[in-house]
């Protein structure tokens, strides 16, 4: 079992910057993506940034330029880096590890962009 923790979530103001970060633990052995997706109530979940472990990165398009995210492979975290956050930023984000083809989920971190 891997065990997925997000942290760094808060309120911040239209324009400004939040970092947020994940780490895996348990029973890793080779985790080939990691990334961060967001959901607002009653919608799907979608995919803001991945990553895999020789850093291969793919982003959503109405995140790209301004968030970036990155990866450390012997911690297991993987971090997202948000700039010029927006309203239509605001969701809860939730880190997926992916071993296996198993995915692993964490619980979610809030963020919330507004005035």
């Known amino acids: 079992q891997v065990h997925v923790v997000e942290s760094g979530g808060g309120l911040v103001q239209p324009g400004g910057s939040l970092r947020l970060s994940c780490a895996a633990s348990?029973?890793?052995?080779?985790?080939?993506?990691m990334g961060w997706y967001r959901q607002l109530t009653k919608t799907a979940r979608e995919l803001v940034a991945s990553?895999?472990?020789?850093?291969?990165?793919t982003y959503s398009g109405s995140v790209k330029g301004r968030f970036t995210i990155s990866r450390d492979n012997v911690k297991n975290t993987v971090y997202l880096q948000m700039n010029s956050l927006k309203p239509e930023d605001t969701a809860d984000y939730y880190c997926?590890?992916?071993?296996?083809?198993?995915?692993?989920w964490g619980k979610g971190t809030l963020v919330t962009v507004s005035s």
């Open positions: 997926n590890v992916n071993q296996w083809d198993m995915d692993y």
């Open positions: 348990g029973d890793i052995a080779s985790i080939f993506v």
């Open positions: 990553i895999t472990s020789g850093g291969s990165t």
